[in-house]
């Protein structure tokens, strides 16, 4: 069964710091998305990562994917504090028709000013 | 304009009830999904249709029911209402190309 582990599950930072989420799984995928969060709301897309050694940047959000080590890395650069939310991270094992999204636990970013 | 929407919003109703949740997506996607948030906001995956064929069916009690009355509507009814049904549920789809998943807005379900 995979199994896809997030860290850390709460994170709270100051503004214009920089910091690293972990998102680590134990079945061979090489596909996984970010989603972020926001309170009440529904999941928005951030990234979509479909090969090893992938990296994709977005404003001050990057993130990469190392399928041999199965780790993908959300880098935040210089918080803000609109980038509050929670971000998950989704290992998909493809099926025939569609897919299989298996999620992580979130991670729930506050930056404080 | 909306891509995945969902209906209702919100829904409160006794336990023993029997409810429906409605889902529909305007991006012509083949594939489309339900997914259950429970209150640590875990997200797990329930079922999954494409071209109105159940694909992904996971362990979940067969009191929810899924319909697909035609590749851009999926719905879930779902039996004898429990506590532990009170979760968000989210309908999601996705076309061929990077199987990247849109999701609706979610259905916010308080079973009391």
């Known amino acids: 069964e995979l199994k896809v582990e997030q860290n850390p599950l709460f994170l709270s930072m100051q503004e214009g710091k920089n910091y690293t989420i972990y998102c680590n799984y134990s079945t061979t995928s090489d596909r996984l998305y970010w989603y972020r969060q926001d309170p009440g709301k529904s999941l928005e897309s951030l990234f979509v990562l479909l090969s090893n050694g992938a990296v994709k940047q977005e404003g001050r959000l990057m993130a990469s994917l190392d399928t041999k080590a199965r780790l993908s890395t959300l880098h935040i650069t210089a918080a803000v504090h609109d980038l509050s939310a929670t971000y998950f991270c989704?290992?998909?094992?493809?099926?025939?028709?569609?897919?299989?999204?298996?999620f992580g636990e979130g991670t729930q970013l506050t930056v404080n000013p | 304009d909306t891509a995945v929407s969902q209906t209702p919003k919100y829904l409160v109703t006794q336990m023993g009830n029997d409810k429906s949740i409605k889902c529909e997506q305007n991006l012509g996607h083949d594939t489309m999904y339900w997914y259950k948030q429970d209150s640590k906001k875990f997200l797990k995956i329930m079922f999954s249709y494409n071209n109105k064929e159940l694909i992904i069916n996971e362990t979940v009690p067969n009191r929810f029911s899924p319909k697909s009355p035609d590749k851009a509507h999926l719905n879930l009814h779902i039996n004898s209402l429990e506590l532990g049904d009170s979760a968000v549920y989210f309908c999601?789809?996705?076309?061929?190309?990077?199987?990247?998943?849109?999701f609706g807005p979610g259905t916010r379900l308080t079973v009391t």
């Open positions: 999601a789809s996705s076309g061929r190309e990077g199987y990247e998943q849109y």
């Open positions: 989704a290992v998909d094992l493809e099926e025939t028709s569609g897919s299989r999204l298996t």
